[in-house]
């Protein structure tokens, strides 16, 4: 069991940077989960933004890529998006999610979320 608990989010102007961070806490060690970060937009499904595995592989949505970037220091339990070069289309709820099973792009293969974090990005 793991607790997930994003911060970070808010308004942007378009061009603009945010960081976002998910503190997780529970019994097992953190570096065994694979951590993903999904967004959602009012009235879309929920989709994938980047993933980042144990040994620090990454993996990126087409439409974030060169843009944002994943990251983890297991020694604050702690997974990061950097998001540059925002966009308004990037404006969602952004969710952190873990799993320890499988290095997967799809919400269905998680089964820890956070609450959510929303991102504004105005033009």
């Known amino acids: 069991q793991v607790q997930l608990v994003e911060s970070g989010g808010g308004l942007v102007q378009a061009g603009g940077s945010l960081r976002l961070s998910c503190a997780a806490s529970?019994?097992?060690?953190?570096?065994?989960?694979?951590m993903g970060w999904f967004r959602q937009a009012p009235g879309k499904d929920r989709e994938f933004v980047a993933v980042?595995?144990?040994?620090?592989?990454?993996t990126y949505a087409d439409s974030v890529k060169g843009r944002f970037t994943i990251s983890r220091d297991n020694a604050k339990n702690t997974v990061y998006l950097q998001m540059n070069s925002l966009k308004p289309e990037d404006t969602a709820v952004y969710f952190c999610?873990?799993?320890?099973?499988?290095?997967?792009?799809?919400?269905?293969?998680?089964?820890?979320w956070g609450q959510g974090t929303q991102v504004t990005v105005s033009s």
């Open positions: 980042i595995n144990w040994s620090d592989s990454t």
């Open positions: 999610a873990a799993n320890t099973r499988i290095y997967s792009t799809y919400a269905r293969d998680y089964n820890y």
């Open positions: 529970g019994r097992r060690t953190f570096s065994n989960y694979v």
